[in-house]
């Protein structure tokens, strides 16, 4: 079974432009996760989407947005780049949650955002 | 509300040597607790979790942590480490019937040749 898969590995970007990151979650997975890990700061919670639906945002500006498409895979879009959005951008999913959910997150191997 | 705490940002041990890396949380209600390691440039694996049942948890790679609901704590051990084990350690917990997972800060483990 496929795991958690993100896309691209790397991306490098200047200030001012746009990123956008891709999360194809597991299959039977219907919610994705998106975390920001940036040097020295752990992981701080991004967007939490369900069943197309944003359910939860941490405390990040409208910079950060994203979308969750009808196969459950997400886009992570970050507009306005500054030099501080560098960091590995990790996804995860796990099952929707009107089923027996432990909070168990399942983790892709992240995106790392440059920004110059 | 929930919240977890690591209380050692960096744990340096020789190899072969035991290690314990702390986790305590806060919460008024049932929690699950789960420990992740995360390699070099890699993203999260469960090492273990505990849901349920007997306190002791054996995890992958010989790792087992112990949950303590009287001292709020799940603490994670290892008896032997290896240069391998050399990665942060992050622990975990979501409450009961919740859909939310809350991290603590991370846990730098290096083990010394």
């Known amino acids: 079974e496929a795991g958690v898969t993100q896309s691209p590995t790397h991306l490098i970007k200047t200030r001012g432009q746009q990123a956008t990151l891709r999360c194809s979650p597991i299959s039977g997975h219907t919610s994705v996760y998106w975390y920001q890990q940036a040097l020295g700061l752990g992981l701080q919670f991004l967007l939490w989407?369900?069943?197309?639906?944003?359910?939860n945002r941490g405390n990040f500006p409208p910079r950060f947005s994203g979308r969750q498409f009808p196969n459950y895979s997400s886009e992570l879009n970050v507009n306005a780049l500054e030099l501080e959005d560098s960091a590995l951008y990790l996804c995860?999913?796990?099952?929707?949650?009107?089923?027996?959910?432990?909070?168990?997150?399942?983790f892709g191997e992240g995106s790392r955002l440059t920004v110059l | 509300a929930q919240s977890v705490t690591q209380l050692d940002s960096q744990v340096p041990v020789f190899e072969e040597a035991p290690v314990e890396l702390r986790c305590n949380y806060s919460?008024?209600?049932?929690?699950?607790l789960f420990w992740y390691v995360q390699y070099p440039n890699q993203g999260l694996q469960l090492l273990l979790k505990y849901l349920s049942g007997s306190t002791l948890v054996k995890g992958i790679n010989g790792f087992e942590a112990e949950f303590n609901k009287s001292q709020t704590s799940f603490h994670l051990r290892k008896p032997s480490v290896h240069i391998s084990d050399t990665a942060e350690y992050f622990c975990?917990?979501?409450?009961?019937?919740?859909?939310?997972?809350?991290f603590g800060t991370g846990t730098r483990l290096t083990v010394i040749p």
């Open positions: 975990a917990v979501s409450e009961v019937g919740a859909n939310n997972l809350f």
């Open positions: 989407y369900d069943e197309g639906e944003e359910r």
């Open positions: 995860a999913s796990n099952v929707r949650r009107e089923k027996a959910n432990t909070g168990e997150l399942f």
């Open positions: 919460s008024s209600v049932s929690v699950y």
